[in-house]
Nanobody, 115 residues
Framework: QVQLVESGGGLVQPGGSLRLSCAAS????????MAWYRQAPGEKREFVAQ???????NYADSVKGRFTISRVNAKNTVYLQMNSLKPDDTAVYYC?????????WGQGTQVTVSS
């Protein structure tokens, strides 16, 4: 059974930082491209960042220079370090694992940026 479990969300003030984690099980983690998406209330889910099996990364323009995605294959875990957070970053953040035509999603973790 495939499971992706996100953690690390919470309430943070503008300008603050959070690190999200996504622990995977039931997949061959090192062969999956891993990504983070987010969905704000009333909005469509949007791409945030991706890291490939070869550790190449790409980011949405809105988070470039502020967010960093990384992975530790030995721990079956992908991370999202979020710095200089803004109220517009408020959303539920989802982890996705992809291999070929198969995608798996986590249940999401809430990030709220507010003073």
């Amino acid at each position: 059974q495939v499971q992706l479990v996100e953690s690390g969300g919470g309430l943070v003030q503008p300008g603050g930082s959070l690190r999200l984690s996504c622990a995977a099980s039931g997949i061959d983690f090192s062969f999956n491209t891993m990504a983070w998406y987010r969905q704000a209330p009333g909005e469509k889910r949007e791409f945030v960042a991706q890291i490939t099996v070869g550790f190449s990364t790409n980011y949405a323009d809105s988070v470039k220079g502020r967010f960093t995605i990384s992975r530790v294959n030995a721990k079956n875990t992908v991370y999202l370090q979020m710095n200089s957070l803004k109220p517009d970053d408020t959303a539920v953040y989802y982890c996705k694992a992809s291999r070929g035509l198969r995608d798996y999603w986590g249940q999401g973790t809430q990030v709220t940026v507010s003073s």
